[in-house]
C-alpha cells in the first residue's frame, strides 16, 4: 500500500510540473504582407529566450529564399533585438523594465506575393529557461530530487507572481480612489 502512495505523490508531482512549466512554443503563420506580433507580461530581471525558424514551402527558390525580420521591444519601446532577411534566429535576454514585451514577426520582399509562411517560435521566460541537464550534473542530482528542485523554482516563481499581482491591484486600487476624489 505505501508503494502505491508514494507511486500516486510521485504521478502528481510529475502533473504539477508538466502544468506549472510555461511553454510557449507556437506556429503562427505570417501573411505575405502585413506583421504578426505575440506579446507577454514579464516582471523585471527575468531571462528570456527566443527561438525562431521559418518554415521553407515548396514552391521556395533555394538559391532565394524566403526570409523575415523580426523585432522584440520592451514596454517602453526599447528594441531588445531586430534582425532582417532572416530564415531562423534566437535572442536572449534580461528584461530591465517590467510590462507586455512584444515579438513582431513579418516576411521581407524576397517571397511570392500572396503566399503565407509558417514560422515556429518557442519564447520562454523565468523558470522555463534554466538548463535542467547541466544542474543536474553539477550538483551530482537525478530522479525524484531533480524534479523536486524543479518544483521548488517553480513554486518561487508562482509565488513572485502573486506578491507582483497583488502590488500591482494595490497601485491599480490607489489610482482608482485618486479619480473618484475631487480635489
Not at 514552391?59 to 526599447?78: I, K, L, N
Not at 528594441?79 to 531562423?88: A, F, G, S
Amino acid at each position: 500500500m505505501a508503494g502505491s502512495g508514494m507511486m500516486m505523490v510521485w504521478a502528481a508531482a510529475m502533473i504539477m510540473i508538466w502544468l506549472a512549466t510555461p511553454s510557449q512554443a507556437i506556429w503562427l503563420s505570417l501573411p505575405s504582407s502585413g506583421t504578426k506580433c505575440i506579446s507577454e507580461e514579464i516582471h523585471s530581471n527575468v531571462v528570456v529566450l527566443l527561438d525562431y525558424s521559418l518554415v521553407q514551402g515548396g514552391d521556395d527558390d533555394r538559391s532565394h529564399p524566403t526570409t523575415m525580420s523580426v523585432r522584440v521591444t520592451s514596454p517602453y519601446g526599447t528594441n531588445l533585438h531586430h534582425q532582417e532577411n532572416v530564415t531562423k534566429g534566437q535572442s536572449a535576454f534580461t528584461t530591465s523594465e517590467a510590462g507586455i514585451h512584444i515579438a513582431c514577426f513579418w516576411l521581407d520582399g524576397n517571397h511570392q506575393k500572396g503566399a503565407d509562411r509558417s514560422i515556429d517560435v518557442d519564447w520562454k521566460t523565468g523558470i522555463s529557461t534554466k538548463d535542467w541537464d547541466s544542474v543536474a550534473k553539477k550538483e551530482k542530482i537525478e530522479g525524484v530530487e531533480l524534479e523536486l528542485r524543479k518544483l521548488e523554482r517553480i513554486v518561487d516563481a508562482i509565488h513572485e507572481n502573486i506578491v507582483f499581482l497583488k502590488e500591482r491591484g494595490k497601485q491599480q486600487c490607489v489610482k482608482s480612489v485618486k479619480q473618484l476624489m475631487p480635489e
